[in-house]
């Protein structure tokens, strides 16, 4: 994720692309930068940090007038965030310049091909090569040199690209990642998201899927890609600024759920193949090494713990090697036995958190092989660890995690059918249907948030209720957690999450009318057995609430039945939290609560 702006008009375009990249800033702030595009000139201004530093900059540099330029603010997903790899990048004659969104799939076969024609990179990112690809077309239309790249690059993206003494045009297009036009009057802007120039118009257009657009001070052209002219439709924008940054939702939170398809897309993209296998070249592991492995330790903290719980079930299950898993701050203390024959996974999200650092540490000065799992490319567990697993799920707001969440279930899914297929233990069919399901994820969880009317309805209701139980077995007992620890977080309210099966060894003391019970039944081979101990719930009198798969019959052991779209054991986890997100933030907001910011909690914990 990442945020791209342009502009073509009267003004002077440093004064747009600087606040309008501002206003972008929630996409991605590891680095900046803009291009300035003259008839005679460009200037490309760029450096490592958040706008605050670009603005800085471009103050000192005090470029020459430019009416027309792009921007670009990054949230790195391939290389480091410095300045060498900070967008604007450049083809390797200095013609084209290209602000980019997203992930280039088969960047590394382009990347290849032109090597071989000796183009030059000095980046490691893949943007470079699309601008180098562009460079090979100067004979050609702008914009028809990127409806030709559009047609030969896989993955989402979005584009800006203008040319050298070329400043009446920018050309866009769009795949998957966002892109809209803001219509000025002798003026235009391009950009990822309204918030970049809604302070000059409220007239827009959404760029589709698959469009190239062709922006000039007076004009607008949308093109498919093959090459016709679409009328695109005209919107008015109603929200205002504030809304806006938020895409329209209330919250980052909400806003953050409803990304969950997209991140989790995102998440998969490239690590799958079309014949179901899973590809995880960026580990850059020698498959011997991981043949080799005899113990797996699983380490992180607070939600990141609840995906290294559904990571132990998968990596158990389907590589048959067993799986401990530590809560981070306890790991170092408990003296574990490790040797360099033993994988240690680090999960966080921000991959800052010090106890969790401190884990893998330990582990790696043991001899481990350490594998991180992080959202944010090249934080400190991204350094640290010999071999990273990036969820990508863009930048997270909210300080409770949803989006990452459901990014970390899935990229230690794939992690544990990777290591099953790297050491045989797995019939590859198995792994193909599985992978194949997994492709169906986003499409489920878009099902599930669509259930959030229902549930709003439901925690209104509850708006004075004390006591909340979270119960699940197998891979619904770290859902069970994940749902008690999002509603104690955001709503203040005491949640407990329990194995569904332990409550009748001391818990169930504490059941009584007034207390709702949320169990989570989705794992098929635990179903029935969940479901009983909802009936000793409802004996003592608990409301009993339950997230269950579209068409399972589950009697009427519930006052409340949430469905989910079906899917197989452990995948089906990445589905099921999604309501307990949308219960804990009804609750919360039925409250009245800022539950971007709860109390007492920061979004990356950095002292032990
Ligand atoms: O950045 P990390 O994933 O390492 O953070 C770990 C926890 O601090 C974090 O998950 C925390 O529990 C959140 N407030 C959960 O919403």
Known sequence: MCGIVGYVGPRQAVDVLLPG????EYRGYDSAGVALVRSDSMDVIKTVGRMADLTGLVGKESPAPAHAGVGHTRWATHGAPNTVNAHPHLDDNGDIVVVHNGIIENWRALKSELAAKGHRFVSDTDTEVIANLLGEMSDLPLVEAVRQVMLRAEGALALAVMRRGEPDVIVGARRGSPLVVGRGDGENFLASDIPAFLEHTREMIVVDDDRVVEVRPDSVRVFDL????????????????????????????????????????DTLLGRVTGSGRVVLHELEV??????????????????????????????ERWTRLPVEIDIAS???????????????IGISQSGETIDTLAAVRYAKAQGALVIGVTNVVDSALARESD???????????GVAATKTFTTQLVAMQLLGLYLAQVRGAMDPARVEMLVGEMMRLPEQVQTAIASGAEIERLARVWGDVRDFFFLGRSGDFPVAMEGALKLKEIAYVRAEGYAAGEMKHGPIALI?????????????????????????????????????????????????????????????????????????YHVATAKELDVDKPRNLAKTVTVE
Request: hydrophobic share 45%.
């Open 21 to 24: 990249l501002s206003r972008l």
């Open 226 to 265: 093959e090459g016709n002219e679409i009328e695109p439709e005209h919107r008015k924008v109603e929200w205002d600024l504030e809304a806006a940054e938020k895409g329209g939702f209330p919250t980052f939170m909400l806003k953050e759920i409803n990304e969950q398809p997209h991140a989790i897309a």
């Open 286 to 315: 020698d498959e011997d090494v991981l043949r080799s492995i005899d113990k797996v330790f699983v380490v992180a903290c607070g939600t990141s713990y609840h995906a290294a719980m559904m990571a132990k079930y998968a990596i």
């Open 330 to 344: 306890e790991f170092r203390y408990r003296d574990p036995v490790l040797d360099d024959r033993s994988l240690v």
């Open 387 to 397: 071999a990273v697993l990036y969820t990508r799920a863009g930048p997270e707001i």
């Open 512 to 584: 009584e009318k007034g207390v709702v019970v949320v169990g989570v039944a989705t794992d098929s081979h635990v179903r029935a057995k969940t479901l009983s101990n909802m009936e000793e719930m409802k004996a003592r009198g608990a409301t009993i609430v339950l997230v269950a798969e579209e068409g399972d019959d589950v009697g009427d052991v519930a006052d409340h039945v949430i469905r989910v779209p079906p899917g197989p054991d452990l995948i089906c986890t990445v589905t099921a939290v999604v309501p307990l997100q949308l219960l804990a």
